[in-house]
T-cell receptor, first 113, second 115 residues
Framework: AQSVTQLDSQVPVFEEAPVELRCNYS??????LFWYVQYPNQGLQLLLK??????LVKGINGFEAEFNKSQTSFHLRKPSVHISDTAEYFC???????????FGTGTSLTVIP | GAGVSQSPSNKVTEKGKDVELRCDPI?????LYWYRQSLGQGLEFLIY????????KSGLPSDRFSAERTGGSVSTLTIQRTQQEDSAVYLC?????????????FGPGTRLTVT
């Protein structure tokens, strides 16, 4: 069975500090990986995605993520966060052979001034 | 340009009543997804439409849930005989093509409250 785990439900971090949001998945087949962001009172939007190629993926707003196949992880990082990064972040996977996207339970990032 | 729209934005209904939730995808998008987001939970896949193909209904939690997509555009999610556990935010997303970019564009959601 496929699953996505976001171990940290809430992550508080001071402004201009680095942050890492963790995502692990389990799957017996190859997957594509995504991070979505949901700002307060807004819909989800794509932050970045890994389909193939370089395992280091850069997204919008200075975020990046690294696909680690051996550790089945796709952690999201930003070297210096801003107040405007306060949002809910969701990790998601889709099987190469399937239609379903599997989402994690989300990590609430709060940037403290 | 116009994004994915959903209506109503909020719906309060009594237990046992039927409800219909509507999704208008981005024009030209062939793929459409429905998800349910319960408090403290991730997004739960419900159903997937791709063009004129038969929908993937594997995520529907019970036979009280059904969905249709007319003319390859607008979609309606119907919940019959609503229960309190159906209370959640129902999200719709569309995608240009499931096999090209996998990027989903989400609507603002419909918050359903069953009393």
């Amino acid at each position: 069975a496929q699953s996505v785990t976001q171990l940290d439900s809430q992550v508080p971090v001071f402004e201009e500090a680095p942050v890492e949001l963790r995502c692990n998945y389990s799957s017996s087949v190859s997957v594509y990986l995504f991070w979505y962001v949901q700002y307060p009172n807004q819909g989800l939007q794509l932050l970045l995605k890994y389909l193939s190629g370089s395992t280091l993926v850069k997204g919008i707003n200075g975020f990046e993520a690294e696909f680690n196949k051996s550790q089945t992880s796709f952690h999201l990082r930003k070297p210096s966060v801003h107040i405007s990064d306060t949002a809910e972040y969701f990790c998601a996977v889709i099987l190469l052979t399937g239609n379903q996207f599997y989402f994690g339970t989300g990590t609430s990032l709060t940037v403290i001034p | 340009g116009a994004g994915v729209s959903q209506s109503p934005s909020n719906k309060v209904t009594e237990k046992g009543k039927d409800v219909e939730l509507r999704c208008d995808p981005i024009s030209g998008h062939t793929a459409l997804y429905w998800y349910r987001q319960s408090l403290g939970q991730g997004l739960e896949f419900l159903i997937y439409f791709q063009g004129n193909s038969a929908p993937d209904k594997s995520g529907l939690p019970s036979d009280r849930f059904s969905a249709e997509r007319t003319g390859g555009s607008v979609s309606t999610l119907t919940i019959q005989r609503t229960q309190q556990e159906d209370s959640a935010v129902y999200l719709c997303a569309s995608s240009p093509d499931r096999y090209s970019s996998y990027e989903q564009y989400f609507g603002p959601g419909t918050r359903l409250t069953v009393t």
